[in-house]
T-cell receptor, first 116, second 114 residues
Framework: DTAVSQTPKYLVTQMGNDKSIKCEQN?????MYWYKQDSKKFLKIMFS???????INETVPNRFSPKSPDKAHLNLHINSLELGDSAVYFC???????????????FGPGTRLTVL | AQSVTQLDSQVPVFEEAPVELRCNYS??????LFWYVQYPNQGLQLLLK??????LVKGINGFEAEFNKSQTSFHLRKPSVHISDTAEYFC????????????FGTGTLLAVQP
């Protein structure tokens, strides 16, 4: 069974469109994250939720909106897509701080977003 | 705030040779340190981590790293590499707060040649 899964794996869309990326983890973790990896492979945290509560919100355009319907899911919705949004987006999960192995984050396979 | 520097963007090495990938960090507070590996077209996998205790940390696939507080370094080493070790390696730090926020370095491509 896949621990952290993301859909879709590839997403090609036009500028101005709205799209969503879904993430699910079956590890029983309380904390989930979204990272962006640019074309130079630089990885940067975007958001983190702990048990459905937003705990990290980096300097990200408000066109990006995370949504956590339950602690096993963290979706990323992007409005009015721009060329610069093209990147690989990774979801990750970990136990909450204070729990065992809290500092090990498990990553999904990534979603490659291409904006034309 | 924390930052991570990986000075080598690419390290070419022959199979069965030893390798060291360098990582230096900057932080005003105590940190946790990590090495992640990313194989082509895949997500990141944790190689090893330093939380506390012994400064020499052993990880998966024969890798190890040594935490050096005075030099603020956490270099990754392997005594004999295989073709299958070809991948991007990321050093990362997090503070000891409640968010587990990871700050990544820019990555080092380990290119193992036959």
């Amino acid at each position: 069974d896949t621990a952290v899964s993301q859909t879709p794996k590839y997403l090609v869309t036009q500028m101005g469109n709205d799209k969503s990326i879904k993430c699910e983890q079956n590890l029983g973790h309380d904390t989930m994250y979204w990272y962006k990896q640019d074309s130079k492979k630089f990885l940067k945290i975007m958001f983190s939720y702990n048990n459905k509560e937003l705990i990290i919100n980096e300097t990200v355009p408000n066109r990006f909106s995370p949504k956590s319907p339950d602690k096993a899911h963290l979706n990323l919705h992007i409005n009015s897509l721009e060329l610069g949004d093209s990147a690989v987006y990774f979801c990750a999960s970990s136990p909450a701080a204070g729990q065992g192995r809290a500092n090990e984050q498990f990553f999904g396979p990534g979603t490659r977003l291409t904006v034309l | 705030a924390q930052s991570v520097t990986q000075l080598d963007s690419q390290v070419p090495v022959f199979e069965e040779a030893p390798v060291e990938l360098r990582c230096n960090y900057s932080s005003s507070v105590s940190v946790y340190l990590f090495w992640y590996v990313q194989y082509p077209n895949q997500g990141l996998q944790l190689l090893l981590k330093y939380l506390s205790g012994s400064t020499l940390v052993k990880g998966i696939n024969g890798f190890e790293a040594e935490f050096n507080k005075s030099q603020t370094s956490f270099h990754l080493r392997k005594p004999s590499v295989h073709i299958s070790d070809t991948a991007e390696y990321f050093c990362a730090v997090s503070d000891r707060g409640a968010t587990n926020k990871l700050i990544f370095g820019t990555g080092t491509l380990l290119a193992v040649q036959p």
